[in-house]
């Protein structure tokens, strides 16, 4: 193979063998994704660019590879004799101006275009929710003694109730915390049940029965990137504030998140969080401390 | 079975042979093995214990801690969440009226019920978890420990499989015919034979749209429609056709319900609207329609603020489009079992004490209540970029055009499109002075389907109008209104943004320029053999 064949066999396994083949499905592999991952047509022309003059650098950087590189051009446009070969020829020269004028037409004509947009998954929050605690991961030690005098309540009232099923009354402050702490848990999953399920789904993954509307898909909550990655009080904004809250780098216009503020209570919010954390199987992420 | 030695004699050696053999045999155990851990688990206490804390993680929310079917989320849904401690299913393989198998039920809890709000819990819990909170479930109901109901004795038998064919589903067309299953589901399957139907629970029962696969409760393939006819649907008006429809005519009437199944959402989200040189049309019946591309755009319940409503019933509209140099059509079609074109406002609701609407009770869901509707939904302004107004009514700085169709209005003759504005779903519809009503319309129903057409002038003077501009995406939105199934105001089903392109041709001048570069190229070429010609010789 001569030289002219090895810099064509270059270029065409890079631009088309690893940008359009290895790198879509290395990256799809990466991510662990269903589809193919192509890599942005921005930056490929700006590869191939790229490529092609480093190409021409390499070769115009030896009188020795210019002379390489052009020999085998030069032969093949001297005049030919043979049918076969002048035919090749004119096919081959017809191509090169049928191609430019083709390209031209078809970067030029109008075409109908998906409109997409870039768009920003978790802008930063309001400096009023920063620094914000669930209220409903550590209870006072008053709400405490009090749920713990309501279960023996209710554990009197099951004992002489067969329908009834029977109490645990807490034996200690820490305890009775705990216990607590999964009684509002609990009636969190039920308001998620009410409220979010429709379209967050009872799995707490993102496919409810309203999902298949929207356009812009409900987090999936058991997705490592969505609750589980966001401190408490970034999940309590967006459930506060819903899609409308959004910064237009996060196209609130496509979300159908409401403004739960509206209509739900600032302990039933908290409430929620709790019980979505459970369903989903994740914590909230924890805030980095400054030493 | 190909005989052994010609294997040698093809250079197989002996051991290579019996090493193939074993690890086949090895593999097949290891397999065997793996699927027996699938296998049903038994209602032993562990396994009760397990499912009890599954059922109390997963399912109480709507089936309740009791398994009566009352738990926080039952009120609002339709069709209400099974009662566990009747023992009666809707979703067998077993005669009318007996209790379903084992396999049914893991089935359910598996795949879910689509169109329902019962999910597919085989996403999130492994198949021993999923027999644990069966075992648990059935626990609730006492019919399923006592022999003399033992489903296995109950299993319909379903003859050999008849494969689809044109001929298949011609023959199954006819028994639907004679069978009169019509009478309940309509003439083209789009549940629109009866309403007012109850279910053994007295809820009330909205007959299946056959021609919406995705749902069809029971799976949409003829292998699981066979059964639904063949075993009836417990506690709901469906009965058991097993003595009136026999052998293969089950096969061919579920092959013919397959083939009408069909309805599905397009890929893509643009709508390509056709330029045409005669006038637009104004009614459904024009030729053209026929010929252009449609969009079948998903809908869901407004679940966005106060009333919300997650029991819509109008989750799908296709629409088609085409212009002239004055003006622009729309076809909008879908289904819709009854036409309501009354309206009585007074019964309009507009205090709710919950955050969603509950399914029963609260709004009347009947007939000649509330009107069928159907809105349009452009912004006001083109904007640059990706930014529009929000999906839902637009907001405050960034305001839409909605062309409101409303039944009422056409049955009394008078213009039946509304050109409306909204800045925000907290305010009510704008309607514009008499002077800006432009949009005109004309919608028909037939046989279970509302075909509506609107059209209107492709610019406006009016500065709270849509302009349409060719060759631009033009974001475009649904809200729509099912009279009978109680829907009014926010109460409603509403899709998110597609878009519509108004087709340009192929600007002349283009042909031009590719042309003259094709020749810049070519001369270019020449200049250049010319050099290396003159240089090799």
């Not at chain 1, 270059?10 to 631009?15: G, K, L, P, S």
């Not at chain 1, 490592?224 to 237009?248: C, D, M, Q």
Request: overall charge negative; hydrophobic content about 40%.
């Amino acid at each position: 193979m001569n030289f002219f064949w090895k810099i064509v066999l270059f270029f065409v396994a890079i631009r088309y063998g690893f940008f359009e083949v290895v790198f879509p499905r290395v990256s799809q592999w990466a991510v662990n994704s269903p589809d193919l991952l192509p890599a942005p047509a921005a930056a490929m022309s700006m590869y191939t660019w790229l490529m092609m003059v480093a190409i021409a650098i390499y070769i115009l950087s030896s009188e020795e590879r210019i002379a390489d590189f052009m020999t085998p051009i030069h032969q093949f446009l001297k005049p030919q004799t043979a049918a076969a070969k002048k035919g090749m020829q004119i096919v081959v020269l017809a191509a090169i101006p049928l191609f430019g004028g083709w390209s031209y037409f078809d970067v030029n004509s109008p075409k109908m275009v998906s409109p997409t947009a870039v768009r920003i998954q978790h802008p930063t929050m309001p400096g009023s929710f920063e620094g914000m605690k669930n209220p409903l991961r550590d209870p006072t030690e008053e709400q405490v003694e009090e749920f713990i005098a309501e279960q023996k309540e209710l554990a009197e009232e099951a004992a002489e109730d067969e329908e009834m099923e029977p109490v645990t009354v807490p034996n200690n402050i820490e305890d009775g915390r705990i216990a607590l702490v999964s009684k509002w848990t609990e009636e969190g999953a039920a308001l998620y049940a009410v409220n979010c399920r429709p379209c967050h789904g009872m799995q707490a993954d993102g496919v409810g029965p309203m999902a298949v509307g929207w356009r812009l898909q409900p987090a999936n909550f058991r997705d490592p990137g969505t609750i589980a990655t966001i401190v408490e009080e970034y999940a309590f904004w967006r459930v506060s504030k819903g899609g409308p809250g959004l910064p237009s780098a996060s196209t609130p216009w496509d979300s159908a998140m409401p403004i739960w503020d509206l209509d739900l209570s600032e302990n039933e919010r908290w409430k929620i969080l709790l019980g979505e954390y459970f369903l989903a199987g994740v914590g909230p992420r924890q805030t980095e401390k400054l030493e | 079975m190909i005989p052994l030695h010609s294997l040698e004699k093809n250079g197989l050696q002996k051991y290579q042979l019996w090493l193939s053999l074993f690890l086949l045999l090895l593999f097949t155990c290891v397999g065997l093995l793996n699927a027996q851990t699938a296998e049903k688990l038994p209602a032993t206490a562990e396994n009760l214990v397990a499912g009890k804390q599954i059922y109390r993680n997963s399912c109480w929310y709507c089936h309740g801690k009791i398994g009566d079917g009352n738990g926080p989320a039952a009120d609002f849904l339709d069709p209400r969440p099974r009662d566990f401690t009747a023992g009666m299913y809707k979703i067998r393989t077993t005669k009318t009226g007996e209790l379903p198998t084992d396999e049914d039920l893991f089935r359910i809890i598996s795949k879910g019920i689509p169109g329902t709000a019962m999910p597919r819990w085989e996403l999130t819990l492994d198949d021993n978890e999923r027999w644990q909170v069966l075992q648990y479930i059935k626990a609730f109901a006492y019919e399923f420990s006592d022999p003399e109901y033992d489903p296995y004795k109950a299993v319909v038998e379903i003859p050999p499989k008849v494969e689809s064919s044109p001929e298949s589903i011609a023959q199954g067309r006819k028994i639907f015919e004679k069978n009169k299953c019509f009478e309940c589901h309509g003439l083209e399957g789009k549940g629109d034979g009866r309403d007012g139907l109850e279910d053994g629970w007295g809820f009330p029962v909205r007959v299946r749209n056959l021609t919406r696969g995705t749902n069809i409760k029971g799976g949409k393939n003829p292998e699981d429609i066979v059964y639904r006819f063949t075993t009836g649907i417990n506690g709901t008006p469906m009965p058991s056709f097993a003595k009136n429809i026999g052998g293969e005519d089950r096969w061919h009437l579920a092959n013919y319900i397959a083939s009408i199944a069909s309805t599905e959402y397009s890929e893509g989200v643009i709508l390509k609207a056709v330029k045409i040189e005669q006038t637009a049309p104004s009614t459904i019946d024009a030729e053209i329609w026929e010929t252009l591309p449609a969009l079948r755009i998903p809908l869901a319940g407004q679940v966005i603020a106060k009333p919300r409503w997650q029991n819509h019933a109008i989750d799908l509209v296709q629409v088609r489009a085409v212009f002239n140099d004055e003006e622009i059509s729309f076809l909008v079609e879908w289904d819709d079992p009854f036409q309501d074109t009354k309206h009585d406002a007074e019964q309009e609701i507009h205090e709710y004490e919950n955050t969603y609407v509950m399914a029963v009770d609260e709004v009347p869901r009947e007939r000649n209540v509330f009107r069928d509707s159907i809105a349009m939904q452009f912004p006001v302004k083109l904007k640059s970029g990706a930014k529009k107004p929000h999906f839902f009514r637009g907001d405050t700085s960034n305001p839409v055009n909605l062309w409101v169709w409303k039944s009422d209005l056409e049955a009394s003759g008078n213009n039946p499109v509304e050109d409306t504005n909204a800045n925000g779903f907290n305010k009510p519809l704008k309607s514009q002075p008499e002077t800006g009503q432009q949009v005109t319309g004309k919608g028909v129903w037939k046989n279970g389907r509302w075909r509506v057409v609107m059209k209107r002038t492709l610019t406006t003077e009016d500065r709270n109008d849509i302009q349409f501009e060719k060759g631009k995406m033009i974001p475009m939105a649904f809200n729509a209104w099912d009279g009978s199934n109680g829907e009014h105001g926010l109460i409603m089903s509403l899709s998110a943004w597609s878009f519509v392109y108004l087709d340009v041709p192929i600007p002349t001048n283009l042909y031009g320029y590719a042309f003259l570069i094709m020749l810049i190229i070519a001369g270019l070429l020449l200049l250049f053999i010319r050099y290396s010609r003159s240089k090799s010789s």
